[in-house]
């Protein structure tokens, strides 16, 4: 290195997501559900060997656990399988198939939980590192393995459930029915109240709008409709428009009468009575 250069170390200093799109959501949609259930993100954020021993601890103790747990329901499934038919309970199909899927689940959990231990109990973090990847470098497969324990103990556990709750249904339905309703009820307590509460905002919202569009009609008054004029139709003949006469032409004058003369029966011209009385007053 000549003393005329100089290097400078800077972080890295570029921002993680360009606008509105962040680079954590270009993943797949398979990587978020396995994020979803095993540690494969908080694996691949490991930096150092500190990050990968926690990790490494954390399912170490998860596999002591699952192990003994299935250990205990491969016993109480051996245990059943040892039942005579004279048996104070029946034993029906549906009872026997969910034993068997039981004993199944425990018999590979407890292998693999030991394959799991065998492996990585005395590993440190640079051991566990080379083993947990895969051919392509990436923690997926051990991600997808290192669950199987947990989900065998799942099946198991649930198929034990479904056997002592057939065989309990046969000796008393209903407190299988109260029990079975009351435990589903406090696990989804949270979920009813949300559609409870749901629900009656929705019915106040609709009281609220009829109210409102009641007292809209109410304030603008009943309203009648427009009276429509109905438009000659062209196809129609026309009527002709009113002839108006006026009367200075078409009507005459109208014709002062005449006095009228008495004349007598004979046709002789009778005197007026004025003439009689002006003769009986020379008289």
Not at 54 to 62: D, H
Not at 87 to 102: E, K, P
Not at 155 to 176: D, G, N, Q, R, Y
Request: with cysteine.
């Amino acid at each position: 290195m000549d003393g005329n250069e100089e290097y400078v170390i800077t972080p890295r200093i570029l921002p993680r997501h360009v606008g509105q799109i962040s680079l954590a959501d270009s993943r797949s949609l398979a990587v978020r559900i396995l994020e979803s259930f095993s540690p494969y993100k908080e694996l691949n954020d490991a930096n150092d060997e500190q990050g990968i021993e926690k990790v490494l601890g954390r399912l170490l103790t998860e596999w002591y656990v699952i192990g003994a747990s299935l250990l205990a329901v491969a016993g109480l499934n051996a245990t059943i399988f040892g039942l005579s038919p004279d048996s104070l309970f029946t034993v029906g199909s549906l009872a026997q198939r969910c034993i068997a899927l039981g004993s199944i689940s425990s018999g590979i959990g407890i292998v693999a939980d030991a394959w799991l231990l065998v492996l990585y109990s005395g590993a440190n973090a640079e051991k566990f590192e080379s083993l947990a990847r895969d051919v392509y470098g990436t923690y997926f497969f051990f991600c997808l393995t290192c669950r199987v324990p947990t989900l065998c103990m799942f099946l198991a556990s649930c198929s034990l459930t479904v056997f002592l709750l057939t065989v309990a249904w046969s000796a008393w339905p209903t407190a299988v029915l109260v029990m079975s309703f009351v435990a589903g009820t406090l696990f989804s307590l949270q979920y009813l109240v949300f559609g409870f509460h749901r629900m009656i905002n929705l019915l106040i919202w609709i009281a609220k709008s009829s109210f409102r569009s009641l007292a809209r009609v109410t304030r603008r008054g009943p309203s009648f409709p427009e009276p429509q004029i109905a438009e000659a139709d062209s196809s129609s003949p026309s009527r002709p428009p009113p002839i108006r006469v006026s009367c200075e032409v078409a009507c005459p004058a109208p014709e002062v009468a005449a006095p009228s003369v008495a004349h007598s029966p004979v046709g002789r011209r009778m005197p007026s009575p004025s003439n009689n009385e002006s003769t009986n007053t020379n008289t």
